[in-house]
């Protein structure tokens, strides 16, 4: 009898303990869960966000003609950041592209006396000066720091295949000529290349100038670029 009471009891206990405090163990558990999945974001994201971009080593020395006739060379570009691309004005395919996009980047950091941009032609025997100048205005370029870049067409291909390793060639067969890719160089004020991390770690070295993710990515590079 007393058994069976020590039983009911015991039964009891173990009902109001249940009761009371296992919600609270669930409710706390799934807490921790948020916050282990807040910090997991907060280590995933910063792999590929970067307050700290990688420097990739210093960017090429240059010295061209922009669409003014002015000789411009990377000095030009010392204490400010700038992007660098490589282009063609009679360009069919991608550098209409480019172009916007690039556009979009100026429109975006205007009036920044600290922010450029290279454009440096692959088919300088075709864009003359007066050529990009016309392309310049064509494109509705604002900035005075944006230079549309001519000069040697051997000189050029090295600065682009050996110096940044960003592939340039003729080609009869490719469509207007030439082959390039929509890469978007990133420049510091230090004249040292930046970029950031994959989601891997590893550095992604230029920006894709053709998607809406790499002008993004790289408009918030400048900016992290710009306050450095």
């Known amino acids: 009898m007393f058994k069976n009471k020590s039983y009911i009891w015991i039964s009891l206990v173990i009902l109001v303990f249940g009761i009371i405090f296992i919600p609270r163990i669930i409710d706390s558990v799934s807490s921790d ?8 974001d907060k280590v995933k994201n910063n792999g590929t966000s970067n307050e700290s971009l990688q420097k990739m080593g210093v960017a090429p020395s240059f010295k061209l003609t922009d669409q003014n006739g002015k000789t411009i060379s990377n000095e030009d570009f010392k204490g400010k950041v700038y992007v660098l691309e490589f282009f063609f004005s009679k360009c069919p395919s991608i550098c209409p592209i480019m172009n916007k996009n690039m556009v979009d980047i100026q429109n975006q950091f205007f ?65 207007g000529g030439f082959e390039h890719s929509g890469w978007f160089a990133l420049i510091d004020k230090n004249g040292n290349i930046r970029c950031r991390k994959d989601g891997y770690g590893n550095p992604i070295l230029f920006y894709d100038g053709l998607e809406k993710e790499g002008v993004k990515a790289i408009q918030q590079d400048i900016a992290i670029l710009l306050r450095e």
């Open 33 to 40: 869960d948020i916050v282990k999945g807040s910090r997991l």
């Open 111 to 175: 009036g920044n006396p600290n922010f450029g941009i290279a454009s440096i032609s692959i088919d300088p025997e075709y864009d003359t000066s007066q050529v990009l100048k016309d392309h310049a205005d064509l494109l509705g370029v604002k900035s005075t720091n944006w230079h549309f870049l001519t000069g040697d067409k051997d000189y050029i291909y090295d600065i682009a295949n050996k110096g940044f390793n960003i592939y340039v060639a003729e080609n009869k067969k490719a469509n």
